[in-house]
């Protein structure tokens, strides 16, 4: 059996920091899933002139403030995507791939998805629709497939991909896709429908400049491989309001045991907001273990 973590972590954004000091400082076991390189987003602001005790400081010095003190606390970030979150019991079960991780409560934090989901994506998952390669390419040997890449990290993952199935379109929303496959076809427009029946049999693409409507291909399955995910994809129950989570002052999602901060809680999305969200986060977290501890479920699932 998996070890038990007292919380999991996903997002390693400002609030995502927060939530990780503040767990630490609290002696929970945790695990803190994310990049290394933390918050893209941070590193690419131009200033920041709103966090207290750092006066006008581009986002690159705000990141390496951050990493110097995740560095001093000795705190490890797991560099895995988590791609499904499942309840079991009392705990939740975190995938990335075939690897999992129990955790008896959650914090999400990983911010706002850059790509929008694309109408039937949600719809399809687990009746066609995939987003995790590893996982499920085995069942699309020698049959036409659909790929819907969102970052160049991830081609290693088209790859695979492309070693079992017959025929692969690909999509991609980035600049530089330079994969070459006997296989591989790169498409010029983009995906704008899932559709199928039971199952995915198509995928219909944006019309282009001088279609009447965009084409329509033939597909057994979607893998769509990004760097984050809905809420709702991840974690299937979670109330969403207005594209966010919703969540209460104390961050409590409409889930037991389950948290949201930062970004993907809704505006505004300010580092300061975040960072104090991630710390609210967890001592609604350090409540939740007391009250089932003194109840005697923590452990039941």
Same mark, same amino acid.
């Given at each position: 059996?998996?070890?038990?973590?007292?919380?999991?972590?996903?997002?390693?954004?400002?609030?995502?920091?927060?939530?990780?000091?503040?767990?630490?400082?609290?002696?929970?076991?945790?695990?803190?899933?994310?990049?290394?390189?933390?918050?893209?987003?941070?590193?690419?602001?131009?200033?920041?002139?709103?966090?207290?005790?750092?006066?006008?400081?581009?986002?690159?010095?705000?990141?390496?403030?951050?990493?110097?003190?995740?560095?001093?606390?000795?705190?490890?970030?797991?560099?895995?995507?988590?791609?499904?979150?499942?309840?079991?019991?009392?705990?939740?079960?975190?995938?990335?791939?075939?690897?999992?991780?129990?955790?008896?409560?959650?914090?999400?934090?990983?911010?706002?998805?850059?790509?929008?989901?694309?109408?039937?994506?949600?719809?399809?998952?687990?009746?066609?629709?995939?987003?995790?390669?590893?996982?499920?390419?085995?069942?699309? @040997? /020698?049959?036409?497939?659909? !790929?819907?890449?969102?970052?160049?990290?991830?081609? #290693?993952?088209?790859?695979?991909? =492309? +070693?079992?199935?017959?025929?692969?379109?690909?999509?991609?929303?980035?600049?530089?896709?330079?994969?070459?496959?006997?296989?591989?076809?790169?498409?010029?427009?983009?995906?704008?429908?899932?559709?199928?029946?039971?199952?995915?049999?198509?995928?219909?693409?944006?019309?282009?400049?001088?279609?009447?409507?965009?084409?329509?291909?033939?597909?057994?399955?979607?893998?769509?491989? @990004? /760097?984050?995910?809905?809420? !709702?994809?991840?974690?299937?129950?979670?109330?969403? #309001?207005?594209?966010?989570?919703? =969540? +209460?002052?104390?961050?409590?999602?409409?889930?037991?045991?389950?948290?949201?901060?930062?970004?993907?809680?809704?505006?505004?999305?300010?580092?300061?907001?975040?960072?104090?969200?991630?710390?609210?986060?967890?001592?609604?977290?350090?409540?939740?273990?007391?009250?089932?501890?003194?109840?005697?479920?923590?452990?039941?699932?």
């Amino acid at each position: 059996m998996a070890e038990l973590y007292d919380l999991a972590i996903v997002g390693t954004g400002p609030a995502g920091i927060s939530a990780a000091l503040t767990a630490k400082a609290r002696n929970l076991n945790f695990i803190w899933f994310g990049s290394k390189d933390l918050s893209a987003k941070v590193e690419k602001a131009q200033l920041v002139s709103n966090y207290p005790g750092l006066f006008q400081v581009t986002g690159s010095e705000l990141k390496d403030a951050f990493f110097g003190q995740i560095e001093k606390e000795q705190i490890s970030i797991t560099e895995k995507s988590i791609n499904q979150i499942f309840k079991m019991g009392k705990n939740y079960a975190l995938f990335s791939g075939q690897e999992s991780w129990m955790a008896k409560t959650l914090i999400l934090c990983m911010g706002t998805a850059p790509s929008t989901t694309i109408s039937g994506e949600e719809k399809f998952l687990g009746r066609g629709v995939s987003y995790c390669a590893t996982c499920d390419g085995r069942l699309y @040997k /020698d049959k036409t497939i659909a !790929v819907i890449c969102t970052t160049p990290r991830l081609e #290693e993952e088209i790859e695979f991909l =492309a +070693d079992l199935a017959g025929k692969v379109y690909v999509y991609v929303t980035y600049k530089g896709f330079s994969l070459t496959r006997d296989n591989l076809e790169l498409r010029k427009s983009y995906p704008a429908e899932i559709i199928g029946e039971n199952l995915v049999n198509a995928i219909v693409e944006r019309k282009l400049p001088g279609q009447e409507r965009g084409e329509i291909l033939a597909v057994d399955g979607v893998f769509c491989l @990004k /760097d984050s995910y809905s809420p !709702v994809s991840l974690l299937k129950g979670l109330e969403m #309001e207005d594209n966010h989570i919703k =969540a +209460d002052r104390m961050q409590q999602t409409n889930l037991e045991g389950v948290y949201a901060a930062g970004d993907c809680s809704g505006r505004p999305y300010q580092y300061a907001k975040a960072v104090g969200e991630g710390n609210v986060a967890v001592h609604s977290a350090v409540e939740y273990l007391h009250e089932e501890k003194k109840n005697g479920e923590a452990d039941i699932f």
